[in-house]
């Protein structure tokens, strides 16, 4: 029913069933591919490229941590005077090959788990000792991803974290302007945020969206997005054609915050499940950042995610 291989020179994994084939890179222990067989549908980005595009975003469904999104000229301080760093967006574990661990089939599925652990290029650039690691489950509903962050060292540690996965659009038919973008029918809260993605202080409320109006330049900037006030289990959005035939939904009960986002003009949306945010446009000290985490010594964070996805006989 299912079956592994590794390609060495490219440095990815790939899954196959009858349905489905999953494609894991393991620098960053990136999805790259996730493509329905059945219905010749790849849902992710650039599906199971490795190569840079000429234009437009290079990733496929990014991990993000120890931060979400930037910082103010890529540094900042805790409020005990630690300093961080980061070469760009969204942490380092993006730019780290990760160790694959458990690789078969379990519970009616296929796992493969990776990790990357704290050493010394780490903590260079954000000075806390962690184990993280990410574990995808592929079986005929589709695809769920747990993220882990456990604190190995002495003090408290801050940190953020989050998925980027990108959807390539249109699914099937018409085009990514007529797409239809679902949240949950309920009040959502939208923070404001500036051209850098820096959150203003500003907030508005939108009442019961279902099909969200999304424009180029909204996406371009990120529509950011609080849902701390949402049910868990109603933290979902869909992404769908224009005629709803065929599409996704992602589902993120453990995540309270969202970012949707796209480079304008581009052919796909990412939809973000995310702990925490960018910076505020002046600057908080790191751990006071918006929705940071502060995990104890010895303590685990644990998260989940997925991805199903919607056709004509499994309409959400």
């Not at 574990?135 to 589709?142: H, K, P, T, V």
């Not at 006030?229 to 869909?238: F, G, H, L």
Request: with cysteine; net charge negative.
């Amino acid at each position: 029913m299912f079956s592994y291989t590794y390609d060495g020179k490219k440095g990815i994994d790939i899954v196959e069933t009858p349905n489905w084939r999953l494609v894991i890179r393991r620098l960053g222990a990136e999805v790259i591919g996730l493509r329905s067989l059945k219905h010749a549908i790849g849902l992710i980005w650039r599906d199971g490229l490795t190569d840079d595009p000429e234009k437009f975003w290079k990733s496929h469904a990014t991990l993000l941590f120890p931060i979400v999104g930037g910082l103010h000229n890529h540094r900042s301080k805790t409020t005990q005077g630690d300093e961080v760093s980061f070469p760009g967006l969204h942490g380092f574990v993006r730019k780290r090959e990760l160790e694959l661990g458990y690789v078969g089939e379990v519970d009616g599925g296929f796992k493969l788990s990776y990790q990357l652990k704290s050493d010394d290029a780490t903590k260079a650039m954000y000075p806390w000792d962690f184990v993280y690691s990410v574990e995808y489950f592929l079986d005929s509903n589709g695809l769920s991803t747990r993220i882990t962050v456990q604190n190995t060292g002495n003090r408290i540690m801050p940190f953020q974290v989050g998925w980027h996965p990108g959807f390539a659009l249109p699914f099937k038919s018409g085009t990514k302007a007529d797409c239809k973008l679902k949240l949950p029918a309920q009040p959502i809260t939208f923070l404001e945020n500036d051209d850098d993605c820096k959150l203003t202080g500003g907030s508005f409320l939108v009442n019961g969206t279902v099909d969200f109006p999304f424009t180029e330049r909204g996406l371009d900037r990120t529509y950011m997005i609080d849902l701390s006030n949402v049910e868990p289990s109603k933290r979902k959005v869909s992404l769908l054609d224009h005629d709803e035939q065929y599409g996704v939904v992602v589902s993120f009960a453990d995540f309270p915050h969202l970012g949707i986002w796209s480079d304008a003009g581009a052919p796909f949306i990412c939809i973000e499940p995310w702990q925490g945010m960018d910076d505020r446009v002046i600057q908080e000290p790191f751990d006071q950042k918006f929705g940071i985490v502060h995990l104890p010594p010895g303590a685990i964070d644990s998260r989940t995610a997925s991805i199903q996805m919607i056709t004509p006989t499994n309409s959400v």
